[in-house]
């Protein structure tokens, strides 16, 4: 495939959240947005956007019930359509969240029951191509298990580093399930695109480690040998070194994709107390991808972005502007997405909070009525439909040719 791919999604994330009364609850942007009701009347909203690319997942915690146990209704109707409609899915398959029965991203199963459903999804829809096993694991650990805001609701380095070794063994097992089925899929990892600024000279050697920890879940899932500081860190906070060199022996398989997710909240500001704030985006998309870029040398897709109104139509220009500026220099970026094609609720509280607040992130709103960004996203892809294609083949996308040599410090 080499067609650049102008892509939207739809907001599916489902991770749990204490509420202030003391019960757990399940915050389920698809629901939230309407999408099980309108499902596809957001289909037609994408085709008639003229847009060919989805980023879209069934539900992981409805779909997944028990081992061995699924229920595909709502996935069969979806996809079923979509294929109709010459839709093409990048298919999501955990994002943010796990079945109850799961529980949560420390279970030390989790990898081997996520490895049998991505193979029983595969070989229910074997014609489908793109996935993205796991959304945003950087994100997803750091939420879950550093900050205690979803699923586990932890606050420690040791359970962040569980929980990223689940997720990435469970993204890599995911994918080689996957191949098994369905040889040529293309693995297109969406992480988050981050940056830490120190504030003071006091603040750099903390920055500089939070810009080596912010590129783990790449450097685990590609095979990537992470620095001796970086290494040491893993070992202190529960890593074995069996682990980390399973990690280094089995980098992502087949054809991947560094997809880089990027908010005007990705950039931070490093404190002297140690705490971090949001910077608002001081170096921007461009700056940042090329270190992305420069560490992996993998082809790489703009997988998600967004900006409330007034301000979301400068702000797609802008993420533009960026992707055309790496591509004339050299980057291969493949595709970008505007996330999501309908408002999403309650993520000005980063989904901590069940407040049932809209934000007008969207190409559409709750009732479906196109918003201004919608109307310019469509006008760029028409204006833009002759982008040049890139030759992103097989040979290109392996990962191990740029694994480096595996180089375990000493305890």
């Not at 969240?97 to 991203?105: A, H, R, S, T």
């Amino acid at each position: 495939m080499n067609k650049f791919m102008f892509a939207t999604g739809i907001e599916n994330s489902y991770p749990t959240i204490k509420l202030p009364n003391g019960s757990v609850k399940r915050v389920d942007e698809m629901e939230k947005a309407g999408h099980y009701q309108h499902w596809y009347e957001d289909f037609r909203l994408v085709k008639e956007s003229g847009i060919e690319f989805l980023r879209y997942g069934p539900p992981f915690y409805k779909t997944f019930v028990a081992p061995g146990v699924y229920d595909w209704s709502f996935t069969d109707d979806t996809f079923h359509v979509m294929q109709e409609m010459g839709i093409t899915p990048i298919v999501d398959l955990c994002h943010f969240g796990v079945p109850d029965w799961l529980e949560n991203f420390q279970n030390p199963d989790f990898p081997m029951h996520f490895m049998e459903y991505a193979r029983a999804f595969a070989r229910r829809f074997p014609y489908l191509k793109l996935y993205t096993p796991i959304n945003e694991i950087f994100i997803t650990a750091m939420f879950s298990a550093q900050y205690g805001w979803w699923n586990e609701r932890l606050h420690s380095e040791h359970s962040y580093v569980t929980a990223l070794k689940n997720l990435c063994k469970a993204n890599l097992l995911a994918m080689q399930a996957i191949l098994e089925v369905q040889p040529k899929a293309v693995f297109i990892q969406s992480e988050s695109c981050e940056y830490f600024h120190a504030e003071d000279p006091s603040c750099q050697k903390r920055a500089d480690f939070l810009n080596m920890k912010r590129f783990l879940p790449l450097d685990l899932t590609v095979g990537y040998a992470s620095s001796t500081e970086v290494q040491k860190y893993l070992f202190q906070h529960g890593m074995t070194k069996q682990e980390y060199s399973w990690f280094r022996n089995n980098p992502c398989p087949g054809t991947c994709v560094i997809g880089t997710d990027y908010y005007y909240t990705n950039e931070h500001m490093v404190h002297p107390n140690g705490h971090t704030s949001a910077s608002g985006d001081l170096f921007g998309y461009y700056v940042i991808a090329q270190q992305y870029y420069k560490r992996y040398r993998l082809p790489m897709m703009h997988t998600e972005t967004n900006m409330k109104e007034p301000n979301s139509v400068e702000w797609l220009k802008k993420q533009w502007a960026n992707l055309v500026r790496l591509r004339m220099d050299g980057v291969p970026v493949i595709g970008f997405t505007w996330y999501s094609l309908v408002d999403q609720v309650d993520w000005d509280t980063a989904l901590r909070e069940d407040n049932g607040h809209v934000n007008s992130l969207g190409m559409y709103d709750m009732n479906r009525n196109v918003r201004p960004l919608g109307l310019a996203y469509q006008n760029l892809i028409r204006d833009w439909s002759h982008i040049a294609e890139l030759k992103w083949d097989s040979t290109l996308l392996k990962t191990n040719k740029y694994a480096k040599k595996l180089e375990l410090v000493k305890a």
